[in-house]
């Protein structure tokens, strides 16, 4: 079992839709979780970084962590085909400390 | 947050060579990072780089194929070795400030290709 298993997709959706991406993890001890935004032929760009549990939003973007279930969720609202990549959800157990991360999952936002 | 230059962005190879690949960061950072990302697939963790000391690798990669050095705050390179076509790949490189909330910043990726 991998540590952190996440849907590869590819996930298509009309624009100005929802998109919910999920994530969940076996390791209790990670308290840092990222997710990464990754266009084709691009290094992975951070999207939004969460300690522990709760939530967090970033202008169109929301990131929630509930530790009790060991599962982590990226939610876009209003989609624009800008967001058509490939989205990591990571994480690591120290801040600073080695990233694991998912497979990714490939959305793509069709106009 | 931290900016990365990497180089080169791709190569194409003979098998039996070694690449370095070079990162050089605009800033002073703890923890440097080296990653593996096969076609379609997530980031692998290849080793940490650590400043003044030999490289910390994970399970599966072993300091002959892949050396590391890490001379400063900011500089980092990976070498693969005795390449072959199973190293085709792209190669990335982080960083991070420990103890604060920027999070990793990654380069570009080097996209090699052994033929």
């Given at each position: 079992?991998?540590?952190?298993?996440?849907?590869?997709?590819?996930?298509?959706?009309?624009?100005?839709a929802?998109?919910?991406?999920?994530?969940?993890?076996?390791?209790?001890?990670?308290?840092?979780?990222?997710?990464?935004?990754?266009?084709s032929?691009?290094?992975p760009?951070?999207l939004m970084?969460t300690?522990s549990?709760?939530?967090?939003?970033?202008?169109?973007?929301?990131?929630?962590?509930d530790?009790?279930?060991?599962?982590?969720?990226?939610?876009?609202?209003?989609s624009?085909?800008?967001?058509?990549?490939?989205?990591l959800?990571?994480?690591?157990?120290?801040?600073g400390g080695?990233?694991?991360?998912?497979?990714?999952?490939?959305?793509?936002?069709k106009? | 947050?931290?900016?990365?230059?990497q180089?080169?962005?791709?190569?194409?190879?003979?098998?039996?060579?070694?690449?370095?690949?070079?990162?050089?960061?605009?800033?002073?950072?703890t923890?440097?990072?080296?990653?593996?990302?096969?076609?379609?697939?997530?980031?692998t963790?290849?080793a940490?780089?650590?400043?003044?000391?030999?490289?910390?690798?994970?399970?599966?990669?072993?300091?002959?194929?892949?050396p590391?050095?890490?001379?400063?705050?900011?500089?980092?390179?990976?070498?693969?070795?005795?390449?072959?076509p199973?190293?085709?790949?792209?190669y990335?490189?982080s960083?991070?400030?420990?103890?604060?909330?920027?999070?990793?910043?990654f380069g570009?990726?080097?996209?090699?290709?052994?033929?």
């Amino acid at each position: 079992q991998k540590e952190v298993e996440q849907d590869p997709g590819p996930l298509s959706v009309p624009e100005g839709a929802i998109v919910s991406l999920n994530c969940t993890y076996s390791n209790s001890a990670f308290q840092y979780f990222m997710w990464y935004r990754q266009y084709s032929r691009k290094g992975p760009e951070l999207l939004m970084y969460t300690y522990s549990s709760g939530n967090k939003e970033d202008g169109r973007f929301t990131a929630q962590v509930d530790k009790s279930s060991k599962y982590i969720s990226l939610f876009i609202r209003d989609s624009q085909p800008s967001d058509s990549a490939t989205y990591l959800c990571a994480m690591s157990v120290n801040q600073g400390g080695k990233l694991i991360f998912g497979q990714g999952t490939e959305l793509s936002v069709k106009p | 947050s931290a900016v990365i230059s990497q180089k080169p962005s791709r190569d194409i190879c003979q098998r039996g060579t070694s690449l370095t690949i070079q990162c050089q960061v605009d800033s002073q950072v703890t923890m440097m990072f080296w990653y593996r990302q096969q076609p379609g697939q997530s980031l692998t963790l290849i080793a940490t780089a650590n400043q003044g000391s030999e490289a910390t690798y994970e399970s599966g990669f072993v300091i002959d194929k892949f050396p590391i050095s890490r001379p400063n705050l900011t500089f980092s390179t990976l070498t693969v070795s005795n390449m072959s076509p199973e190293d085709s790949s792209i190669y990335l490189c982080s960083a991070a400030q420990a103890g604060t909330n920027y999070g990793y910043t990654f380069g570009s990726g080097t996209r090699l290709t052994v033929v």
